[in-house]
């Protein structure tokens, strides 16, 4: 079996983050991605799913054995769905987890916009959500492959000949790697949401064990594929093979890995706190839009720098050794 060693040499994390400025400074077209991406958010005209939702919350029935509290639980859960799905915006969907464009609009429910009051057109039909939503994930998704093969060029300065065939063969690996993503979190992150939802009603001790024993694993299964996408887009490899790479270059530099994915996420999540401040009709939205997209950018650009600092490290320092089982 493949034993990972710890590699002597380390990534540096602050290197990364100034490569990142640097790149951006060389490629600042790059910004327009996100950039461009939530003004189109902010003032397109809204595709919502209102009476869909509603419609469907309420013909819910409980069943007879359940108790008050846990009825009064998912009702509570059922009001704030409702809530939320009366903003929803359909087009939002083209911001694909957990590989996508980065977006400060895609999660946010607008009441208005700058320009005033929003024009919203409700779909009622399954068929026709179903249809839009797909539409705007497949474009999503082509959208970020190109941002981040964009990105993967910037930061290597190699011009790769065939430019459009590899972006149709990343774009195919970013497809099965979604896929992959949706069954993992279908049949292993929604039952276990549930389950840990169920326990912090019935008995919130156990749920916070169980709560803190799904994001320990999440965590370890997830944080080893982190640079699947760098490496999709870098090396125009497919998904599986995209997938142990990373893995390969994950295990050896956890330590770096782990600390460099909790900054950038540091970083976006605080950031984001500070250009989401301003209100729905404020036209200092698109200033924060401005931000978020710098700040996102130069993260990405990062994250490539610290991918191939990391795959440097451990070819230097150490390989994978192999041992019969």
Not at 10 to 27: C, D, E, F, M, Y
Not at 47 to 56: D, G, R, V, Y
Not at 155 to 165: G, I, L, P, T
Not at 236 to 254: D, E, Y
């Amino acid at each position: 079996m493949n034993i990972f060693l710890r590699a002597k040499k380390q990534p540096n994390l602050l290197i990364a983050l100034k490569n990142g400025v640097t790149s951006l400074a060389r490629h600042a077209y790059l910004i327009l991605f996100p950039f461009l991406f939530d003004i189109a958010l902010l003032f397109s005209p809204r595709l919502t799913i209102s009476q869909f939702t509603s419609k469907l919350f309420g013909q819910m029935v409980y069943p007879a054995s359940i108790s008050e509290e846990m009825k009064t639980t998912w009702e509570a859960i059922i009001t704030g769905l409702t809530a939320f799905f009366k903003y929803f915006n359909l087009s939002s969907l083209a911001r694909t987890y957990p590989f996508g464009i980065p977006s400060l609009f895609a999660v946010r429910a607008f009441t208005t916009t700058p320009n005033g009051d929003i024009s919203a057109t409700d779909i009622a039909s399954f068929g026709q959500i179903f249809t839009i939503a797909v539409i705007f994930i497949l474009l999503g998704l082509f959208i970020a492959t190109l941002f981040f093969q964009l990105s993967g060029m910037a930061v290597s300065e190699h011009k790769a000949s065939s430019f459009f065939m590899r972006l149709t063969r990343n774009y195919l690996s970013v497809l099965a790697l979604s896929i992959a993503s949706l069954f993992v979190a279908i049949f292993f992150l929604f039952p276990g949401l549930l389950i840990v939802s169920l326990l912090m009603t019935a008995i919130p001790f156990l749920g916070m064990i169980a709560y803190m024993i799904l994001l320990v694993a999440a965590i370890s299964l997830l944080l080893p594929l982190v640079f699947t996408p760098h490496v999709i887009a870098m090396e125009n490899q497919g998904f599986v093979k995209s997938a142990l790479i990373s893995i390969r270059t994950v295990r050896p530099t956890s330590v770096s890995a782990s600390t460099f994915v909790l900054l950038i996420a540091t970083i976006s999540f605080l950031s984001n706190l500070l250009w989401q401040t301003p209100p729905d009709s404020s036209w200092m939205l698109i200033v924060g839009a401005l931000g978020h997209a710098i700040i996102s950018t130069i993260l990405t650009l990062a994250s490539f720098h610290f991918f191939l600092d990391a795959v440097r490290c451990v070819s230097e320092s150490i390989e994978p050794t192999q041992q019969p089982a």
